[in-house]
C-alpha cells in the first residue's frame, strides 16, 4: 500500500527537525566541498541551467555569491559581465577559490551582517543548509540593495539537508518577510527538467536602491 504524500511529507519534515538538533558544522570543511565538486562533474547541464536561469533575476552589476563552494557559479557569474566575491564557511573552499583568483573570505553565512553592499545576494543550495533559514533570508535582504536571488531544491531530502521545501513553504516564508516590511514582491521560477527539480526566486528588498 502506497503511503500517502502528505504523509511522506510529514516524516521528511520530522527527520528534518532531527537533524537540526545534532548537525555539526565540521561536515562542510571539506567532506561537502568535494560533494560539491561531484555533482557538477556529474550534472554539468543541470547546474549551467539552474544557474542560468538565477543569473537571469539578478540585478545591478555586483553580486555577493553566498556559500560559493567550489567558485564554479563565480566563474559563470562573472562571464556573465557581473562583479562577484563570496564567502564559505569551509577554509578548504575559501583557500580553493582564492587560488583561482576570486575575492573569497571565510564566513558563516546565518552570522553575516552587512548594510546594502551589493546590488544583488545570492544564495545556491544555502537555504537548506541552515539552521534558521528565516533568519538567513533576512541578513540576505539586509546586505542587498536590491534583490536576493535563491536556488533552492524541491522536495529534497539529503543526509545534508535540515529543510524540506514546497513551493507553499517558501511563499510562506516571502510573505512573513513582506509583512515584516523587508521585501516588496518576488518572482517564482519552479525547474522540473532537470535532476533535482529545483525553485528559483527572486525576492526584491522594500524601498530598495
Known amino acids: 500500500m502506497a503511503i500517502p504524500f502528505a504523509l511522506r511529507k510529514a516524516r521528511l519534515k520530522f527527520l528534518c527537525w532531527l537533524k537540526r538538533r545534532t548537525f555539526k558544522k565540521e561536515f562542510y570543511d571539506k ?31 555586483t553580486v555577493l555569491d553566498a556559500g560559493c563552494g567550489n567558485a564554479k557559479t563565480m566563474e559563470i557569474i562573472k562571464k556573465k559581465g557581473f562583479s562577484v ?15 583561482l583568483g576570486f575575492n ?11 548594510d546594502s553592499k551589493w546590488d544583488t545576494v545570492f544564495l545556491s543550495h544555502v537555504l537548506e543548509h541552515v ?14 540593495k536590491k534583490c536576493v536571488v535563491l536556488v533552492i531544491p524541491e ?5 545534508d539537508h535540515l529543510h524540506y521545501y514546497s513551493s507553499g513553504d517558501i511563499i ?6 513582506k509583512k515584516k516590511g523587508l521585501a516588496s514582491g518576488h518572482e517564482f521560477e519552479h525547474v522540473k527538467d ?10 526584491s528588498k522594500a524601498g530598495k536602491s
Open 131 to 144: 539552521l534558521d533559514d528565516y533568519g538567513l533570508l533576512k541578513r540576505a535582504l539586509k546586505a542587498c
Open 155 to 159: 522536495h529534497s531530502f539529503k543526509p
Open 31 to 61: 567532506e561537502y566541498f568535494e560533494l560539491e565538486a561531484k555533482g557538477w562533474e556529474i550534472w554539468p547541464r543541470d547546474s549551467k541551467l539552474l544557474l542560468n536561469k538565477a543569473v537571469n533575476f539578478f540585478e545591478g552589476k
Open 85 to 99: 566575491e563570496g564567502f564559505e564557511v569551509s577554509q578548504h573552499a575559501v583557500d580553493y577559490c582564492k587560488n
Open 104 to 114: 573569497v573570505w571565510r564566513e558563516d553565512a546565518e552570522k553575516m551582517d552587512y
Open 194 to 203: 532537470v535532476h533535482l527539480p529545483s525553485f528559483v526566486v527572486r525576492i
Open 172 to 177: 510562506k516564508m516571502i510573505e512573513k518577510l
